[in-house]
């Protein structure tokens, strides 16, 4: 397995793949890989002769410096993962690499980073199109893969992909929840053993709701409030948004449920904040 630290080398990398006629996947991801991020990597190895995957924390789209200083790192069993699904390269920059001094350029995905996230974490996405579209042409991908439990971010990089004629496939790839319910994170490292359990009632929710919301005839309202009453009543857990929305559009819904509803989460669970969704 490659490894390349700086962009020059990766690209370089690129040019010999192509001279081969051969076609590369890419996986980006931030590290501290669990059975989510390998789920994108096999879809990888099943699309492409070359899978590339990047581990780099991307300062430029944390909103909560806290949260960027706490993020967990485990270089060494990430590779060995990675090896073990016989990934050809491995991306591993640095930021001084890849944002030199003078840095200055920046992409905007103007409609559908506006609900959700894009609410509650300003600039978060403005610096996760920039860094995916430096990686793009970075890594020269025919095929990129993003997990629909960043359902959000995953729209938003197809559109900013379809906007700016890359010439790359971008593929949407299922949720990983463990065995409990609980959609796979790197971050769950971070929640105490009473936050972990009860994390769970995340996907509990989301399931009843969209089940209710499919059978009678209640209001979205109603239905929310349905949501918020099946998180445990406690100080250390907060709501950060829980909203339906048009699954293509991401278009925040008011009273109509079209064929395919996103119901999106994001919840406190003392300091770690978790994300979830359902499309249903
Ligand atoms: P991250 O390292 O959190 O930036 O994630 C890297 C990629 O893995 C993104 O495309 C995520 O959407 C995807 N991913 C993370 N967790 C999961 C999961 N539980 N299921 C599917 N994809 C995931």
Redo the contacts with the bound molecule.
Sequence with gaps: MKIFKTAQLQQQFAKSVKKNAQTIAF???????????L??VKLARQKADVVVVS?FV?PKQFNNPNDLETYPVDLKADLQKLKQENVDAVFLPTAKNLYPKNYQTYVDVEELTKPLCGLTRPGHFKGVTTIVLKLLNIVQPDFA??????YQ??KVIERMCLDLNMPVKIIG?????TPQGL?????HVRLTAEHRQQAVCLYTALKGVSEKARQASLSLSALKKNFLKQLPQSESIKIDYVEFLDSQTLQPLRTYLPKKTLLAVACFFGEVRLIDNIVF
């Design positions: 996986v980006p991801t931030m590290g501290f890989l669990h059975d989510g991020h789920s994108l581990i991307n893969i993003f997990g629909k439990k960043d971010q995953f790839a299922p949720l990983k929840r959609a796979m994170s790197s971050r």
